[in-house]
């Protein structure tokens, strides 16, 4: 069976979620980098596969999958060992809302075509943006802390004692906060997790460093 082709960046942080999933299940792929900053994501090749011009993309033999969470309930679903989703409907409900509390509420509005219309469009300089990126990020955390630190579920992980879908999200969600050195004091229960999630080779090897196309 050809292995699967994972088209991302390593900065990307939902490349990052859909790599995380794929090493926590064992599975093979390759990674075709698409240089974001030098708009790779706009050409006729790569829109072909994602008309959207965003990664992550994965080609899973005849089968062209997009979105980050769509890509890793594909990959629950078709590869369903370990799984990333409780059993229960309430677990599965609770974790989907901490993926969704970053995959839906925090990252769109950072992602880097709003930070380039924050530049090119609006005239905002460096600092302007990095003060617009941490505070959707602080609000987002602000919720998600409140709701792990007060929740019976919570575990080692988001949810229980072994790592899934809100981990999958929270820990590229955190790479993204120390890029513009969000303090992160008030969230001990988010660092807590974020260190046990670090401790996995799943994790390890989906760190933005150790991916072909990091920046070194």
Known sequence: M???????NFRSSAAYRVRIAMNLKGLEYDQVSIHLRNGVQFSEAFAKLNPAH???????????????????????????????????P???????????DVACDIHP???????????????HDQK?????????????FDCIEKVLAGGKATGKFCHGDTPGLADICLVPQIANAARVKLDMTPYPTIGRIHAECQKLPAFQKALPQNQPDAEK
Not at 72 to 82: G, K, M, R
Not at 128 to 140: E, N, P, S, T, V
């Open 109 to 123: 509005i950072d992602n880097l075509r709003i930070l380039v219309y924050l530049e090119k469009q609006l005239g």
């Open 128 to 140: 302007a943006r990095d003060q617009w990126y941490a505070h959707w990020i602080r609000l987002g």
């Open 54 to 88: 965003l990664v992550p993309a994965l080609e899973d033999g005849p089968n062209v999958l997009r979105q980050s969470l769509a890509i890793i309930e594909y990959l629950d679903e078709t590869s369903p060992s370990p799984p990333l989703l409780p059993k229960d």
């Open 2 to 8: 050809a292995k699967m082709i994972l088209h991302g």
């Open 90 to 100: 309430a677990g599965r409900a609770r974790v989907r809302a901490l993926a969704q």
